[in-house]
């Protein structure tokens, strides 16, 4: 039994990380390990905002607070008695809830209760000759292939966490640099990974990932009139952020020269808005200000990253039709473009990196108006390090720096906003 509830290093997953299909199989053929592998993350904070007073209510934000994560990643691994590889992968995790409610929580009546809630659910079969089938709530094309992006160092998230030290800032910079989303990789889709092909002194990979709707298991239903429904091929108004018959594809090649491990990869993401009408722009008080339709999803991404000796060196590229978010843009929006350029070391139990991304959006930006500027221009520094005090536990510091401008007319919307905090804490992994 004991060797059913042990993770093997294969599989063994840190959060934020999109999940793959094991490099070596685990189970003996005609036989199935278990695996319940978790994840605990804790740590404290002090912050600096431009934005830490008040705008209404006679709120004001402290300087310091705490952090934290836990997640829990239930599955199995089995081989048939023919060679065929199968399996199941779940992620369960805290859900983000009200402040000073403890369990009771998004509830007038004391009942409600913030718990854990799936985050991603899939099976998986297939053989390394034949390439990989995932299917159910699960990463794809555009999230797994994504390269350049350095994210080994810290807390492991820098800006693209719920459950991070980035929590601790008031309103820290969009992340759409970060392909790994969780708008992305909540959804059902099926996802077909190619095996790897020699060629060029290299290996040669590709995966395809469709998903017919951006709901996940058992979300929405098929219900005529419904906006709710699973199966709405449209909505009055539309949405900025529900999407339909999403398609993303991707290639990466790897080789091993001089002692240097070497990865490139290229993806597309191509998904539709779920609308049946233009709508209207409203502002804060639901005045109309202008009509407006969403641009269909469009989103190429372009990665490059090298290993020798414990450095990691890498940066990505993407830009395209898309907002914050992974959300639609308005028509006759500006087009966003970001990048992303990091670097970690590791020798022995210690790590050290930084990375820094600078990208453009449309943001608040209305086409039609002249109250807010076409672009919003957001960008950030992180840096940390880390301690691997046993295996199954780290220490870490973690510093942000964010910056967000915008220039607008708008009484009580800030144009030019920065933050930074200083964190430390524990990591702990089984």
Do not use: C
Request: charged share 10%; net charge neutral; no cysteine.
């Amino acid at each position: 039994m004991r060797k059913l509830l042990l993770a093997s290093a294969a599989t063994l997953l840190a959060a934020g990380t999109a999940f793959a299909q094991p490099a070596k199989q685990v189970a003996a053929p005609g036989s199935i390990v278990v695996h319940l592998n978790g994840y605990f993350q804790y740590g404290f904070g002090a912050y600096g905002a431009s934005n830490m007073g008040s705008d209404a209510a006679g709120y004001k934000l402290n300087s310091t607070g705490t952090f934290g994560d836990f997640r829990l990643y239930p599955g199995f691994d089995g081989q048939t008695a023919s060679g065929i590889w199968y399996g199941f992968q779940g992620e369960l995790r805290t859900l983000v809830s009200n402040a000073g409610q403890g369990k009771n929580n998004n509830s007038t009546n004391g009942n409600g209760f913030a718990g854990l809630y799936v985050q991603r659910a899939y099976g998986y079969i297939g053989m390394p000759e034949y390439g990989f089938v995932r299917f159910g709530q699960t990463d794809s094309a555009f999230t797994l292939s994504q390269t350049g992006v350095i994210e080994s160092f810290g807390d492991g998230a820098q800006f693209n966490a719920d459950g991070g030290a980035v929590m601790l800032l008031p309103s820290a910079p969009g992340n759409f640099i970060y392909a790994d989303y969780s708008h992305l990789y909540t959804t059902d889709k099926i996802v077909y990974e190619t095996p790897a092909v020699e060629t060029l002194g290299g290996k040669l990979s590709g995966i395809i990932g469709f998903e017919p709707n951006s709901n996940g298991i058992k979300e929405g239903y098929a219900s005529a009139g419904s906006a709710n429904g699973a199966n709405a091929a449209s909505i009055a108004n539309g949405s900025n952020s529900r999407r339909r018959n999403t398609l993303d594809v991707s290639a990466t090649y790897a080789n091993q020269m001089s002692g240097f491990a070497n990865k490139v990869s290229i993806s597309y993401l191509h998904g539709s808005p779920l609308g049946s009408t233009n709508g209207l722009y409203l502002d804060s008080k639901g005045n109309t200000i202008a009509p407006y339709g969403y641009d269909e999803l469009s989103v190429f991404q372009a990665g490059a990253q090298t290993t020798y000796a414990g450095l990691t060196v890498g940066g990505n590229l993407k830009w395209g039709q898309v907002e914050d978010g992974y959300d639609f843009k308005p028509k006759g929006a500006r087009n966003a473009l970001g990048y992303i350029v990091g670097a970690s070391y590791n020798i022995g139990p210690y790590t050290v990196g930084a990375s820094y991304f600078n990208e453009q959006s449309s943001g608040k930006y209305v086409p039609g108006t002249t109250t807010t500027a076409r672009t919003l221009s957001e960008y950030g520094v992180a840096a940390g390090a880390n301690y691997q005090l046993a295996k199954p536990i780290g220490l870490f510091v973690q510093y942000l720096y964010g910056h967000q401008h915008q220039p607008t007319t708008v009484s009580g919307d800030r144009s030019n906003t920065q933050e930074q905090v200083i964190a430390a804490g524990a990591t702990l992994k089984w």
